[in-house]
């Protein structure tokens, strides 16, 4: 299990590019199961998220490869639809191949991916909405056993917003029976580019990227033979803002997408840093004298996202002043609160809330243990920022969703190293 080294207490500067969206790449992967042909992804992450979704479409007969910069997924007519326990559980989003395959193949066989560090994450959701498309869903073994003739179009609306349910049922209406109406959806842009990318498949989509997308189900899809550029990643880049701002810096994230992290940028503003958004990519500049505190809610698109809440209040332990951050989307999200009290930080957590009595003269370096992907993220931007060295265990985390994050980091001037354990 590898660990990062990092000597904190430089400010970062430079600028940096970032990569395509990992949780927009996988979605369009596991999509591409919807109909035969070559599908070619430029802009796809080299992430462990990405091998695992590969291996899973692999074992559903899809042939997977790296060809130069494209990803290519080869989809053959014989499919299989069993989605076994052994890949859903190294990756929750692996349930999102439950959509397409029982609206392609009439039956989905796919393991439940049970609970993680950051809470239950259950798919009731995405269950009840297939059911109402005419799916008979059970239960038994660990397995959700679904079948459906030709699933049918209807109006679903959803209790909470959910990326995840949002996606599924998408995914199977596109090739359903008549005209789905998605009330409540989520707004998140990896949602956008699911949507944008079945369109060059031929669906029927409208309304993607507000909180009624329509969907008028076609017979059958066709591989455009084009490449489908992914969208750049709006956490890997606002975690990359963060290592700027919390080590006092200035930096440029290129091709960081302005729009989509506006609740970062409102807040990091109010917090005193400076943002300038460009065509080309996103620079924040620190101010001289320390931040000073502001309080964060999370919440779903386009409000501030909980996939950066770790990040921020790393941020916040810094800062001049108490922070209040509140976590309103998952359950167990504050995993790196006993972390980061190890280096230092002065932070009282319950349930959903943490009060953060900024340090503005720092932190200090200690070895942490990496929990959940994002938390290891905040641990990283604290150990950047925290005077001394700082040892991340567990990293594996991390490279889940951050591709080669030490040599972005080092390019903006940061020492940090990982150590092969
Ligand atoms: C996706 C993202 C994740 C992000 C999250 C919220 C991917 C691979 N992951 O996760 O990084 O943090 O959106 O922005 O894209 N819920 C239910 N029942 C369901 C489905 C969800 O109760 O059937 C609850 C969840 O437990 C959670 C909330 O709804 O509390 C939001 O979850 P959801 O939006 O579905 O998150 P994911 O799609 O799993």
Redesign the pocket.
């Given at each position: 299990m590898d660990q990062f080294l990092i000597q904190g207490g430089i400010p970062l500067s430079g600028e940096v590019q970032v990569s395509g969206a990992?949780?927009?790449a996988?979605?369009l992967l596991i999509a591409s199961l919807l109909c035969e042909g070559r599908h070619y992804f430029r802009n796809v992450p080299n992430l462990v998220?990405i091998h695992s979704t590969a291996k899973l479409l692999e074992t559903l007969g899809v042939k997977t490869f790296f060809e130069n910069d494209l990803f290519i997924c080869d989809v053959g007519p014989a499919q299989q639809t069993l989605a076994h326990y052994d890949l859903v559980r190294k990756?929750?989003?692996s349930i999102?191949v439950l959509g397409p395959l029982l609206t392609k193949y009439g039956r989905a066989q796919v393991s439940l991916p049970g609970g993680c560090a950051?809470?239950?994450?259950?798919?009731?959701?995405?269950?009840?909405a297939l059911r109402q498309m005419g799916a008979e869903i059970t239960i038994e073994e660990g397995y959700v056993h679904a079948r459906a003739s030709r699933l049918k179009g209807t109006k679903i609306l959803f209790d909470?917003?959910?990326?995840?349910?949002?996606?599924n049922v998408l995914m199977a209406a596109v090739l359903a029976e008549g005209k789905t109406v998605i009330e409540n959806a989520?707004k998140?842009p990896?949602i956008v580019d699911l949507a944008n990318f079945l369109i060059t498949l031929g669906a029927k989509i409208k309304g993607q990227g507000t909180s009624c997308i329509e969907i008028e189900g076609v017979n059958s899809l066709r591989a455009s033979g084009k490449e489908y550029v992914v969208m750049p990643d709006r956490?890997e880049a606002g975690t990359l803002l963060l290592a700027g701002a919390i080590t006092g810096g200035r930096v440029k994230v290129q091709q960081a997408p302005p729009f989509h992290l506006e609740a970062l940028f409102s807040k990091l503003r109010e917090a005193g840093f400076k943002i300038v958004e460009e065509a080309d990519g996103v620079t924040l500049e620190s101010p001289s004298g320390g931040h000073r505190a502001v309080d964060v809610t999370t919440a779903?698109?386009p409000h501030f996202?909980?996939?950066l809440q770790a990040q921020f209040m790393a941020l916040m332990c810094f800062a001049h002043g108490t922070s209040v951050i509140t976590e309103t989307?998952?359950?167990n999200r504050f995993m790196h609160v006993p972390e980061l009290m190890r280096m230092g930080a002065d932070i009282t957590s319950k349930s959903r809330v943490a009060v953060v009595r900024g340090r503005p003269r720092g932190l200090t370096g200690a070895p942490v243990m990496a929990t959940d992907?994002?938390a290891s993220a905040s641990l990283v931007l604290a150990g950047l920022a925290a005077q001394g060295q700082t040892t991340v265990n567990r990293i594996y985390h991390l490279d889940r969703?951050y591709e080669r994050l030490e040599q972005k980091l080092q390019c903006l001037g940061a020492k940090v190293e990982r150590i092969a354990t």
């Open positions: 990992k949780n927009s996988l979605k998220d990756m929750r989003a999102l950051i809470g239950n994450r259950p798919i009731d959701l995405h269950i009840e909470q917003v959910t990326v995840g349910g949002t996606e989520a998140e990896e956490i779903p698109y996202p909980t996939d989307v998952f359950e992907l994002r969703g």
